[in-house]
């Protein structure tokens, strides 16, 4: 009898990851140096979906001053507003990814890290625990009557305060240069580039000197 051809095979047994045992095994230094490039590259490509937001907000902000019957609405610039909001903290969560692989690496390498941007780990901590302080008046505090003993990440803060509204500029909520870490991004992707074009050429050479 013929088998089923839509009878399901059991993949318990099966890891998609697994590495065929014919390719050479990837240290922790090369996993290491990908995870950099790949935050490398997403700090770039944010960055330049923030800056494209910015660009898109102050001409329609412009256009919405004319008051014609084309001009952006209040709601056109709310919604570019969200959207900035949205970009910007994904800016400064690859941003800091892009920390922690990078002194990984360093540690592989038994490297001395880059010292950290402390606004941007300042920026993080409050971003990732904004859940949490009093929300009133779109400024975020650190509610009355807190335990004291704990860890606010407001507390970083000038005033212990962080002011949900978004800025006009390239200031990451009013605090830290996008370019500044656009930047950054864009020298770890040529230096990582630069390494596995020196790691291939070095193998050619060794290869054609067998």
């Given at each position: 009898?013929d088998?089923?051809?839509?009878e399901?095979?059991?993949?318990?047994d099966?890891?998609?990851?697994?590495?065929?045992?014919d390719e050479?095994?990837?240290?922790a230094?090369?996993?290491?140096q990908?995870?950099?490039?790949?935050?490398?590259?997403?700090?770039?490509r944010?960055?330049?979906r923030a800056?494209?937001?910015?660009?898109?907000d102050?001409?329609?902000?412009r256009n919405?001053?004319r008051?014609?019957?084309?001009?952006?609405?209040?709601d056109?610039?709310?919604?570019?507003?969200?959207v900035?909001w949205?970009?910007?903290?994904?800016?400064?969560w690859?941003?800091?990814?892009?920390?922690?692989?990078?002194?990984?690496?360093?540690?592989e390498?038994?490297?001395?890290?880059?010292?950290?941007n402390?606004?941007?780990?300042?920026?993080?901590?409050?971003?990732?625990?904004?859940?949490?302080?009093?929300l009133?008046?779109w400024?975020?505090?650190?509610?009355?009557?807190?335990d004291?003993?704990?860890?606010?990440?407001?507390r970083?803060?000038p005033?212990?305060?962080?002011?949900?509204?978004?800025?006009?500029?390239?200031r990451l909520?009013?605090l830290?240069?996008s370019?500044?870490?656009?930047?950054?991004?864009?020298?770890?992707?040529?230096s990582?580039?630069?390494?596995?074009?020196?790691?291939?050429r070095?193998?050619?050479?060794?290869?054609?000197a067998?």
């Amino acid at each position: 009898m013929d088998s089923n051809p839509f009878e399901e095979t059991s993949t318990d047994d099966i890891n998609p990851f697994a590495v065929p045992d014919d390719e050479p095994k990837a240290t922790a230094e090369e996993v290491a140096q990908h995870f950099v490039r790949i935050w490398a590259e997403a700090v770039i490509r944010a960055a330049d979906r923030a800056r494209a937001i910015r660009v898109k907000d102050a001409k329609d902000f412009r256009n919405a001053e004319r008051n014609e019957d084309w001009s952006p609405t209040d709601d056109d610039l709310y919604a570019n507003t969200r959207v900035q909001w949205a970009e910007d903290h994904t800016l400064v969560w690859s941003a800091h990814q892009l920390e922690l692989w990078r002194a990984r690496l360093a540690k592989e390498r038994v490297q001395e890290p880059q010292p950290d941007n402390e606004v941007l780990s300042r920026l993080r901590n409050v971003l990732e625990h904004l859940v949490d302080p009093d929300l009133e008046d779109w400024v975020a505090t650190i509610p009355e009557g807190a335990d004291r003993r704990r860890r606010w990440s407001l507390r970083s803060l000038p005033g212990e305060q962080f002011h949900l509204g978004m800025e006009s500029g390239g200031r990451l909520f009013g605090l830290l240069e996008s370019e500044d870490l656009n930047a950054v991004a864009m020298g770890v992707v040529k230096s990582v580039q630069d390494e596995l074009d020196e790691r291939e050429r070095d193998m050619v050479e060794a290869y054609l000197a067998d």
